[in-house]
């Protein structure tokens, strides 16, 4: 398992590179930039942006932006060329790339073309509220999921489990933004109850709290938008769990252990459960990044929570290539990284799993 550890590890590297490659070349073919922008704000609004072209800092080493009509629109050839060099667009594309990599193995991501903060700076700041929304509702929707795709697949058939095919059917169906703003209505202020907070992870008197008002202060402002989250994600998992646990159930090493007069739970949970959970673990790692960045992004928007899904969302209506690259690298290493972590976990829920000999297969 060790040499298997250590190979994933390398791989990450070739893997990592491949992607942003991938994504820097789409970059270079798509329309519009950021000195595309600047000009354009330069010609709408002229002092503002003047200022920024002929001060700003260099920041910016991962994009390319097309000149073809920038003489004809008036700006100065000279001004053209400071704003290039300004974000970085004065070298060749193969240059920008090589240094993008280079800088990015030390997290060296650059700075923001319009926030005038770096990457780095950006990512950590909005990292607690995408931590927070991802890590309490995938925990909740696996105590829920589980549970529910167990009793479900035990009972199939049963008045159980129509009604709670039901309520998956509603979950599945509806998308978690919907229940967002269903919640809102009912309980934040909306048309009936005004129970919880709608804007922010925190009070703006936190810091003036002890240390248990500050833990009841910050689940009160997580309890709308994790729950939303949970039940617009929890129908996949319980139906992924259940039909695992059907396959399994059918298979001949069942029939044998109840034959041999095992209870019924000593079947499941001894033998059933650890076969079953193999599917489930493998879809730990899309769930956690699913729910610690893209999936959260429009409740975020709802409830006004500032994370990193509105992060490279905001970043690429901007075009602010050096936090779309950044967050891209991030989110990249963390998916890596957690399938790495899933495939560790299939050797201690079922020790009969061996990578290494699968490989040399």
Not at 19 to 40: D, T, Y
Not at 86 to 94: I, R, S
Not at 329 to 335: A, C, K, Q, S, V
Request: aromatic share 12%.
């Amino acid at each position: 398992m060790g040499v298997y550890i250590l190979r994933r590890l390398a791989l990450i590297i070739p893997t990592l590179i491949g992607i942003m490659l991938l994504n820097f070349v789409i970059v270079q073919a798509a329309p519009g930039g950021p000195v595309e922008q600047l000009i354009a704000e330069m010609e709408g609004h002229g002092g503002g942006a003047l200022a920024r072209a002929s001060g700003g800092s260099s920041g910016g080493e991962v994009a390319s932006s097309s000149s073809d009509s920038r003489g004809s629109r008036g700006i100065p050839e000279e001004l053209l060329k400071e704003i290039e060099v300004m974000y970085g667009f004065d070298k060749p594309a193969h240059e920008r790339f090589f240094k993008m990599l280079g800088d990015y193995a030390t997290f060296n991501f650059g700075e923001s073309f319009f926030r005038e903060r770096t990457v780095l700076e950006l990512i950590l700041d909005k990292m607690p509220v995408s931590i927070s929304l991802g890590l309490w509702s995938t925990l909740i929707i696996y105590l829920i999921s589980i549970p529910l795709g167990i009793r479900k697949a035990v009972t199939d058939g049963s008045r159980f489990d129509v009604w709670s095919s039901s309520a998956i059917v509603v979950g599945y169906a509806i998308p978690g933004f919907l229940f967002a703003i269903l919640l809102i209505v009912l309980f934040a202020g909306g048309s009936y109850f005004d129970w919880f907070p709608l804007r922010g992870l925190t009070s703006t008197n936190f810091d003036e709290l002890n240390w248990y008002q500050k833990i009841g202060d910050y689940f009160w402002h997580l309890a709308l938008p994790v729950t939303a989250n949970v039940i617009g994600g929890f129908a996949t998992l319980t139906l992924l769990t259940k039909n695992s646990f059907l396959d399994e159930i059918s298979k001949q090493y069942v029939v044998t252990a109840r034959a041999k007069g095992l209870e019924e739970k000593q079947v499941l949970y001894g033998h059933v459960f650890r076969n079953a959970m193999l599917i489930v673990i493998a879809s730990l790692p899309g769930v956690l990044v699913s729910l610690f960045f893209t999936g959260s992004l429009l409740i975020e928007v709802i409830f006004s929570l500032d994370g990193l899904g509105l992060l490279g969302f905001e970043a690429a209506l901007n075009r602010d290539y050096p936090v779309i690259f950044g967050t891209l690298y991030i989110f990249t290493l963390m998916g890596l990284v957690l399938k790495l972590i899933s495939d560790i976990t299939y050797v201690l829920v079922d020790p009969r799993i061996d990578f290494e000999s699968r490989e040399g297969a």
